[in-house]
Structure formats: structure tokens, C-alpha cells
């Protein structure tokens, strides 16, 4: 799915919010508690229905639109009783197209049902963790899960991360995979670009002093002169585990395959 198939028209109106930007800084101090984030062309944010929540009600896909703050499109939905909303965009899906979120529904890119009513091997996105809650998993650009299995009203799905991680039945997830595949293979080309989109630079610990960072200090190019590389504040860094324990940990039957 590439641009030249979005539509031409100006995003809708009532569904834009202006976000206030804090550059990485707390609401509470103004301190920097998120490093490398400032700057950034002024844009307007979508307000995306992740929950789908209008049950059995047909809606039309009147505009594809490119979506400043993600990485996959979005399209406008028109529903049978008027309203709009914008939702992830899946792949082929075309304006005209009609999508529905049902229980249980056609398997075609777009529609949105419960998991336990989606065959195996079918590919979804935009997946429920608690029932009712909205979408929480699969939402970046290309990326699709895959239903693997069903076990006590659970359902085990591939994550795109290679996780096999199992779901209630009960919640819903979209048909298809996320839009824009290509995504991965941009290659961002100038500084500038970047600085655009609201990074700002990174320094490499052993171009500082000692002061600023464990890495620092040294002749020319030398070692960190540590048995293991450490973050600025001395913690270490690389291969250590930084998940906390979480309540879903009970669910995932594989965790993902270690990149070689």
C-alpha cells in the first residue's frame, strides 16, 4: 500500500485534537525525563476509534489518509446512522469497501470480530487484551498476528514478534494486517528529516568526560574500560532484562526468538 492511493482531501475536522508538546519533559517538573525527544514539524492528531465500538452496524470507507503520529495509514469510516470515525487502516483495503464489527463476520480485511470466531491461520491486528478495552496489540506499520490455536475459551496468537502469547476468546481483534509494509525499508536519508519528525541527536558515551558518562574519558578512541557497558546513570546496559513482571505474563506460552 503506497501513497499514491490515499485520498486527496483535508483530514476531518471534528476528529482532530491539537497535543501539547513537552519534548520529552515532566508535567510535574519541566525536567528532561525522556532524552532525544524536541522539535518536530506542528501537526494536528487523529483520534482514532481503537475500540470499534458500534456493534452490527454497517460503515462505508469514504478516505485512505496518511496519519502524522503512526507508522501504518488510517481510513474514514461513514457508519449507516451518519457518524465518522477513523480506524487503522489494513492492507487492500479501498475506498467504497464495506467493513462491520459483529461477533462474528465475513473474513475480509477490515472487519472486526471476536476471537473465538476467527478461523485458524487467519491474520489479525489491533487486538484486545481485556474484553471491551480497545485494541492494545498489533498496531504498527505491516504488522499482523496470527491465530494459532484455541484452548478454555482462549485463543493462542503468533505475535509478530515470533511470542506465542494466549488471548480471551472474548476479545475482538480486526481482520487483515496494518497498512503500509514498506515502512521498515525507509531509509530516512538526512539528519534533517529526522530532526523533523521530533528526534534530536544521540552522543555516543565515549565521546564524553568522565563526569557525563561511565564511558567517558581516554585518549583518542579507547575502551569504555568496563567489563560491561553501562547506561549514563551507571546502570548496566545491553542483554540485561528491563520488563517488569506484568499481570499478562501468565499468558505467554513462548516468549520470542533471540535475534542472532
Known amino acids: 500500500m503506497n501513497r499514491t492511493i490515499l485520498t486527496k482531501k483535508e483530514p476531518e475536522k471534528k476528529l482532530l485534537i491539537v497535543l501539547q508538546r513537552r519534548a520529552g519533559r515532566s508535567r510535574s517538573t519541566g525536567r528532561i525525563t525522556v532524552r532525544h525527544k524536541g522539535g518536530g ?76 470466531n476467527i478461523p485458524v491461520g487467519t491474520q489479525v491486528y489491533n487486538i484486545e487484551i481485556k474484553p471491551g478495552k480497545g485494541g492494545k496489540l498489533v498496531r504498527g506499520a505491516g504488522t499482523a498476528a496470527q491465530v494459532m490455536a484455541y484452548e478454555g475459551g482462549l485463543t493462542q496468537l503468533e505475535m509478530p514478534s515470533s511470542e506465542i502469547r494466549r488471548v480471551s476468546g472474548e476479545c475482538f481483534a480486526s481482520i487483515g494486517a496494518v497498512s503500509r509494509p514498506e515502512y521498515k525499508f525507509i531509509n530516512f536519508r538526512k539528519a534533517g528529516r529526522v530532526r523533523h519528525m521530533g528526534w534530536r541527536p544521540s552522543v555516543r558515551g565515549t565521546a564524553m568526560n568522565p563526569p557525563d558518562h561511565p564511558h567517558g574519558g ?35 506460552i513462548q516468549r520470542r526468538k533471540k535475534k542472532k
Not at 220 to 246: C, D, E, F, Q
Open 41 to 116: 514539524e506542528k501537526k494536528l492528531y487523529r483520534l482514532v476509534d481503537f475500540s470499534q465500538g458500534k456493534i452490527n452496524i454497517q460503515a462505508k470507507v469514504i478516505a485512505l489518509e496518511y496519519d502524522p503520529y503512526r507508522t501504518g495509514y488510517i481510513a474514514l469510516l461513514e457508519y449507516a446512522d451518519g457518524e465518522r470515525r477513523y480506524i487503522l487502516s489494513p492492507q487492500e483495503l479501498k475506498v467504497e469497501d464495506q467493513i462491520i464489527i459483529a461477533d462474528k463476520a465475513d473474513i475480509r480485511p477490515g472487519n472486526r470480530m471476536k476471537l473465538k
Open 218 to 252: 581516554g585518549e583518542g578512541r579507547s575502551p569504555i574500560g568496563l567489563k560491561h557497558p553501562k547506561t549514563p546513570w551507571g546502570k548496566p546496559a545491553l542483554g540485561v532484562k528491563t520488563r517488569k513482571k506484568k499481570w499478562t505474563d501468565k499468558f505467554i
